[in-house]
């Protein structure tokens, strides 16, 4: 995405090329996570994601265009889920994959639904799309003022392999993290 980078996730990062990309094992019918169904995200679904990016994300917000990319792009290198409950969405997340590399792009929950696992839910489903599609290895990047997210990629057993000093606009260090997957 020609887009600069913006909180957490790698959004922007290694993974982000287009070539390679796997088919995937095809994506599993609506999961439970407690009250929480999750499923595939569709371009139906980009008015509430936009406006949920816009709260969470409110200076550097995904615009409806750049979701429909991703989208473009999925199932063949994208993978994009959305957490249901009570009829609206409460939070999206999405990977690409590549190979055996995935990229952890996005990931949000809306801030009254946080610490009920939703997160936790919607991350394991990335990583287990990324195990389908024969990924070995997860990659992402979160903001060092983040620790929220981080204390939920430490909890999932990523690893800090690098530092990427002042990689945001407003000059905030990127840390890179990376899981390997086991076979
Ligand atoms: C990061 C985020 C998606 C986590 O979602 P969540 O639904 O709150 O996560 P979960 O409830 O599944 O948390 C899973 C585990 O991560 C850890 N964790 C999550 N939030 C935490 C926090 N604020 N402090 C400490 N640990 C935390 C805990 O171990 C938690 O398990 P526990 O509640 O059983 O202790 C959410 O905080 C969010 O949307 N933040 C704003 C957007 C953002 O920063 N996205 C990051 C990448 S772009």
């Known amino acids: 995405m020609s887009e600069g980078p913006r909180p957490d996730a ?22 439970s996570a407690g009250d929480v169904l999750l ?8 008015p509430a994601v936009t406006e949920l990016e816009r709260k969470t994300f409110p200076a550097d ?24 409950a ?5 939070g999206y997340a999405g990977l690409a994959a590549a190979g055996d590399q995935a ?5 949000a929950v809306a801030a009254g639904r946080r610490r009920a696992g939703i997160g936790g839910a919607l991350l394991s489903e990335l990583l ?21 997210a981080q204390a ?21 260090d990127a840390i890179m993290m990376k899981k390997d997957l086991n076979a």
């Open 128 to 148: 287990a799309e990324a195990v389908r599609r024969g990924a070995r290895s997860v990659f992402l990047e979160v903001r060092a003022d983040n620790p929220d």
């Open 61 to 84: 917000a995904w615009s409806e265009g750049m979701f429909r990319g991703e989208l473009a792009d999925q199932p063949r290198t994208r993978h994009y889920v959305v957490a249901l």
């Open 103 to 107: 990229d952890v792009q996005t990931i």
């Open 86 to 90: 009570g009829g609206g969405i409460v």
């Open 39 to 46: 499923r595939r995200m569709t371009v139906g679904d980009l």
């Open 152 to 172: 939920v990629y430490d909890r999932f057993g990523f690893e800090r392999i690098g530092l990427r000093r002042g990689y945001y606009s407003d000059g905030t």
């Open 10 to 31: 790698a959004r922007d990062g290694g993974g982000r090329s287009d070539g390679g990309g796997r088919s995937g094992g095809g994506t599993p019918g609506p999961q």
